[in-house]
């Protein structure tokens, strides 16, 4: 993952600044500014194997000092994955995460959001709800999100309908 910045009326880009790793697969990045107008990051990330890896969610976010922090799992899990992330902020000014997660008992798709608090990311929440829950977005605290809670088969139904949850 890389990212490249330019100021509102400049005309050149930064230097490309890499916040992935060389050994990983990142893929599907999305970036949120915070409230005092520093950069977070965050996208999907695998080791670099064929298979019998997980997906996991990390994130990187602009340092005092104009660098990058090191990129950090948000919410990790040993027997789930995640994927598609998006950030958005909240009501309050924080930036939020919300993505696509399999750690669920039923191993079905659920929603996960997490929230910036400063520096550190909270541990993140699953949201408990019927069906496939999947492609999720997240703005001003509230969140959206496909799902295939009112299909009518428990496999392979076309049926999908967007859900809104709001603002906690």
């Known amino acids: 993952v890389g990212l490249r910045l330019r100021s509102a009326g400049?005309?050149?880009?930064?230097?490309?600044?890499?916040?992935g790793a060389d050994d990983a697969a990142d893929r599907h990045p999305d970036v949120a500014f915070t409230d005092n107008g520093r950069w977070v990051v965050a996208?999907?990330?695998?080791?670099?194997r064929s298979s019998g890896v997980n997906l996991e969610v990390r994130a990187a976010q602009e340092?005092?000092?104009?660098?990058?922090?090191e990129p950090t799992v948000i919410a990790p899990s040993e027997r789930g994955m995640g994927q598609f992330v998006r950030l958005g902020r909240g009501a309050d000014g924080d930036v939020r995460a919300v993505w696509a997660?399999?750690?669920a008992d039923d191993w079905r798709w659920r929603v996960m959001h997490a929230q910036l608090d400063g520096d550190r990311w909270s541990a993140g929440e699953l949201i408990s709800a019927p069906g496939n829950n999947t492609w999720p977005a997240t703005a001003q605290g509230e969140i959206v999100f496909a799902s295939t809670r009112r299909a009518l088969r428990l496999q392979r139904d076309p049926t999908q309908q967007v859900f809104w949850l709001p603002a906690r």
Do not use: C, M, V
Not at 10 to 19: C, F, G, P, Q, V
Not at 63 to 69: E, P
């Open 10 to 19: 400049a005309s050149d880009w930064s230097e490309l600044l890499s916040l």
């Open 43 to 48: 996208w999907e990330s695998k080791a670099l």
């Open 63 to 69: 340092l005092a000092d104009g660098g990058a922090s």
């Open 101 to 103: 997660d399999s750690r």
